[in-house]
């Protein structure tokens, strides 16, 4: 069963998706992230199998369930290269998911290290392995430059430590050109909270303001798995009190194919 299989068998009906995703396995890197934890959560809760990669097993083992039978933890770091990542990912996942990001430190290669090749080893391990549907969650900012935004303060902020928005950049276009089944997430300035509002979606190089729960950006990540309107596209998110409740078939159905 592969990941381009994920949608078409799920997103009929909601029975569908509580029967069928519970034979789905997907690989989460970066699971013991503030956001990748509750990727694992949701998708736990939704009924899927899930292979958590991270770095330091001691730690995942604190703060992931470790009494949940249908989630394997396993040790995963995206920058060790493709072949030792295809074999945490394995033969057995349906999709990848990832939710990885450098911890700002002295090493000024570290986004590169991390959001850069490391993402695209990850990409080179699901091609290794014919894993054909990949999520990146990203941020928005991204193409700044492009948008105009280089005196943006969120811009000039986040590219402070090793230049980090154009590392995830070059990661997304690695991806796009790839050929596989992607969806890239860029959420806006991510928040702990609970969250409060609703989702707005917009197309790339849209949004340059705003942020979001990582409860709403692990939801928005999950939902991809299982709705083909998401595919092959990059969307932008935040969360507004004043936004509409809408569907996330009609949310990702109102992106344009990129």
């Given at each position: 069963?592969?990941?381009?299989?994920?949608?078409?068998?799920?997103?009929?009906?909601?029975?569908?998706?509580?029967?069928?995703?519970?034979?789905?396995?997907?690989?989460?890197?970066?699971?013991?992230?503030s956001t990748g934890k509750r990727v694992?959560?949701?998708?736990?809760?939704?009924?899927?199998?899930?292979?958590a990669g991270v770095r330091d097993l001691?730690?995942?083992?604190?703060?992931?369930?470790?009494?949940?039978?249908?989630?394997?933890?396993?040790q995963a770091d995206v920058t060790e290269?493709?072949?030792?990542?295809?074999?945490?990912?394995?033969?057995?996942?349906?999709?990848?998911?990832?939710?990885?990001?450098?911890?700002?430190?002295?090493?000024?290669?570290?986004?590169?290290?991390?959001?850069?090749?490391?993402?695209?080893?990850?990409?080179?391990?699901?091609?290794?392995?014919?894993?054909?549907?990949?999520?990146?969650?990203?941020?928005?900012?991204?193409?700044?430059?492009?948008?105009?935004?280089?005196?943006?303060?969120?811009?000039?902020?986040?590219?402070?430590?090793?230049?980090?928005?154009?590392?995830?950049?070059?990661?997304?276009?690695?991806?796009?050109?790839?050929?596989?089944?992607?969806?890239?997430?860029?959420?806006?300035?991510?928040?702990?909270?609970?969250?409060?509002?609703?989702?707005?979606?917009?197309?790339?190089?849209?949004?340059?303001?705003?942020?979001?729960?990582?409860?709403?950006?692990?939801?928005?990540?999950?939902?991809?798995?299982?709705?083909?309107?998401?595919?092959?596209?990059?969307?932008?998110?935040?969360?507004?009190?004043?936004?509409?409740?809408?569907?996330?078939?009609?949310?990702?159905?109102?992106?344009?194919?990129?």
């Open positions: 069963m592969r990941g381009s299989e994920i949608t078409e068998e799920v997103s009929e009906t909601k029975e569908a998706v509580n029967v069928d995703t519970k034979k789905k396995t997907i690989f989460v890197a970066g699971a013991t992230g694992v959560e949701q998708l736990l809760s939704k009924g899927f199998s899930v292979k001691g730690k995942a083992k604190t703060l992931l369930s470790n009494d949940n039978p249908s989630l394997q933890i396993v290269g493709s072949a030792k990542l295809a074999e945490a990912i394995g033969e057995d996942s349906d999709a990848v998911i990832c939710a990885t990001g450098f911890r700002p430190g002295w090493d000024l290669f570290a986004p590169w290290k991390v959001d850069n090749f490391g993402t695209v080893n990850l990409v080179e391990a699901c091609r290794k392995l014919g894993v054909n549907r990949f999520i990146l969650i990203s941020s928005i900012l991204v193409n700044g430059a492009a948008m105009g935004q280089v005196f943006n303060p969120a811009y000039i902020f986040l590219n402070v430590f090793g230049l980090t928005l154009i590392a995830k950049l070059q990661a997304e276009q690695y991806i796009r050109k790839s050929g596989i089944n992607y969806t890239i997430i860029r959420p806006g300035g991510l928040r702990n909270d609970p969250p409060t509002g609703n989702v707005v979606m917009e197309p790339e190089d849209t949004l340059y303001e705003g942020s979001i729960s990582r409860d709403q950006v692990a939801e928005v990540a999950v939902e991809s798995l299982v709705h083909p309107e998401s595919c092959f596209k990059v969307v932008e998110i935040v969360s507004r009190t004043d936004a509409p409740k809408r569907s996330y078939k009609d949310l990702f159905g109102s992106i344009k194919l990129t």
